[in-house]
Nanobody, 124 residues
Framework: EVRLVESGGGLVQPGGSLRLSCAAS????????MSWVRQAPGKGPEWVSR????????YYADSVKGRFTISRDNAKNTLYLQMNSLKPEDTGVYYC?????????????????WGQGTQVSVSS
């Protein structure tokens, strides 16, 4: 059974930082591209970032470029998202997602490939 379990969300003030983690199991994590997707209240899913299986290639949405860093530890089957300089518009539920290699980089994968999500709230 494929499992993706996100953690690390919370309430933070604007300008603050959070580090999200995603523990993966049930598939060969080290052979899979991975993405982060977020969904703000009342809005559709937004692709945030992607990393290739080896961790050498990373991609970011313009809205987070320079503030967020995606990384992975294949020995620990864990995906990370370091989020700095957080803004209120970063508020939402953040999901890690398994991505087939041919899936378009900036398109969120189908919901079935996501974890259960972790809430990030940025507010003063």
């Amino acid at each position: 059974e494929v499992r993706l379990v996100e953690s690390g969300g919370g309430l933070v003030q604007p300008g603050g930082s959070l580090r999200l983690s995603c523990a993966a199991s049930g598939f060969t994590f080290g052979s899979s591209d991975m993405s982060w997707v977020r969904q703000a209240p009342g809005k559709g899913p937004e692709w945030v970032s992607r990393i290739n299986s080896g961790g050498r290639s990373t991609y970011y949405a313009d809205s987070v470029k320079g503030r967020f860093t995606i990384s992975r530890d294949n020995a620990k089957n864990t995906l990370y998202l370091q989020m700095n300089s957080l803004k209120p518009e970063d508020t939402g539920v953040y999901y890690c997602a398994r991505v087939l290699v041919w899936w378009p980089i900036t398109t969120p994968p189908p919901r079935a490939y996501w974890g259960q999500g972790t809430q990030v709230s940025v507010s003063s």
